[in-house]
């Protein structure tokens, strides 16, 4: 399941984790659940829960789909000068 697709069914606190993931997401690829978790000023539990809504079996497995879609989008992104891997939804 897509961030975006699951977006209006996340709750407050796993939407500002989403929307963090979309805006950086080559960040995410590269730092813990607990350096993501104080950076977004959630708890580890509301990543982990994220993951979970987004049916990864916890954060590993989603820093390694966030992964696969930026390398997918890398052609994009240099076309439109992008760093996102989508627009994020509205606050």
């Known amino acids: 399941m897509s961030i975006e ?9 796993e939407r500002r984790v989403a929307k963090y993931i979309l805006e950086n997401p080559q960040e995410v690829m590269g730092i813990s659940v607990q350096r993501l978790a104080q950076t977004v000023k959630v ?5 982990i829960r994220l993951s979970r809504s987004l049916k990864c079996e916890g954060f590993k497995e989603l820093k390694m789909r966030i992964g ?8 994009q992104r240099m076309n439109t000068g992008s760093s996102k891997l989508v627009n994020p939804p509205p606050s």
């Open 5 to 13: 697709g699951a977006y209006d069914s996340l709750s407050a606190m």
């Open 68 to 75: 696969q879609i930026w390398s997918c989008q890398r052609i």
């Open 43 to 47: 708890s580890e539990a509301t990543i």
